[in-house]
């Protein structure tokens, strides 16, 4: 069995990248920190041995995918509402617009479709808006018939005589218009559609990187490892079962976390290899991390971390 010991870079070697980093980047901070009022500054004093106060042996397993976001699941409601109820929906157009990156879109994925919308006329009352009844109070016949009692003569007799008067209710005609119950006197009834939103098909790499060191560099560590994953040495892997087996012998270390961090992205894999939309497109990689705690000399609190192997590694740091 051939020997799949990966080694650590030696600390010095990674806080030696580290401060050569540090000072291109921002001279002046590093002589704040680490300089002596009155002496020129010298990196040659800034050291791990002086500086470094705990290091800790982690690791770090990281795989590629690819994902393609499409469209969402095809789906279509037709509404059929009143105009007032219309003002109060909340519609969307993608008119020109082109294809909608789902990553960015913030909202359901079947909105309400502006450009659908299409006025129906009313069935219930024919778009007219209102319904014609017979008049409640003079029965349809448009008139109010009454009975007068008439004193006839110089007997006074009494005479029944008929009077009648056009209904004030309905004006005489006999009928009583009524807003239409349906559609609320506005004629027509309103159809418009819920549609999905025309998201782009997109394909894209997506890093997935699963660390012990639990460092807020977790995305910047996976963007940095899909754009030179040749830069790092790792140890490969076809599938999760050998690195199970092989990350204690692999890393010469071991600790309660890196295990769990095995588990994790354990799972984690295995959900992508039965994710539909989702193809893993590369090995799976076991890096050794070292996290080192390091002072200042003026007493502020850094961290410095290394991925990678005494060959190949990377540093970050929150300095
Ligand atoms: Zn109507
Ligand atoms: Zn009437």
């Not at 018939?145 to 006839?152: G, K, M, R, S």
Request: proline fraction near 4%.
């Amino acid at each position: 069995m051939p020997d799949i010991r990966i080694k650590t870079p030696p600390l010095d070697k990674v806080f030696e990248k580290w401060k050569q980093r540090a000072v291109r980047t921002d001279r002046k901070k590093m002589e704040k920190e680490f300089g002596t009022k009155g002496a020129v500054f010298s990196l040659d004093a800034v050291s791990a041995a002086e500086y470094v106060k705990e290091t800790t042996k982690e690791a770090a397993i990281y795989f590629a995918l690819k994902k393609s976001l499409g469209p969402a699941p095809k789906g279509k409601e037709e509404n059929l509402v009143t105009a007032p109820r219309v003002v109060r929906e909340q519609f969307y157009s993608f008119k020109g617009a082109g294809k909608i990156n789902k990553e960015e879109w913030k909202g359901n994925e079947i909105v309400p479709h502006f450009e659908s919308i299409q006025a129906v006329s009313c069935k219930n009352c024919r778009g007219k808006g209102y319904i014609e009844n017979k008049c409640k109070t003079c029965k349809g016949t448009g008139k109010i018939e009454e009975t007068l009692t008439v004193l006839v003569g110089e007997e006074q007799k009494k005479e029944k005589k008929p009077f009648s008067y056009p209904c004030a209710t309905c004006f005489g005609t006999g009928n009583r218009t009524e807003p239409c119950k349906e559609c609320g006197g506005y004629k027509n009834m309103y159809k418009y559609e819920e549609l999905p939103v025309p998201f782009q098909t997109v394909v894209t790499g997506a890093p997935i990187l699963h660390s012990s060191a639990q460092t807020k560099y977790e995305k910047e560590i996976g963007e940095d490892l899909h754009k030179m994953i040749e830069d790092v040495e790792g140890i490969k892997f076809s599938d999760f079962k050998e690195l199970d087996s092989k990350a204690e012998a692999s890393l010469g270390y071991w600790n309660k976390n890196i295990k769990k961090t095995i588990n994790s992205a354990g799972s984690d894999y295995k959900s992508y290899e039965k994710d539909k939309d989702a193809q893993i497109t590369s090995q799976i990689y076991l890096f050794p991390m070292i996290l080192m705690n390091a002072e200042t000399k003026r007493g502020k609190k850094f961290e410095i971390y290394s991925l990678g192997s005494g060959e190949k590694f990377m540093v970050y740091s929150n300095f």
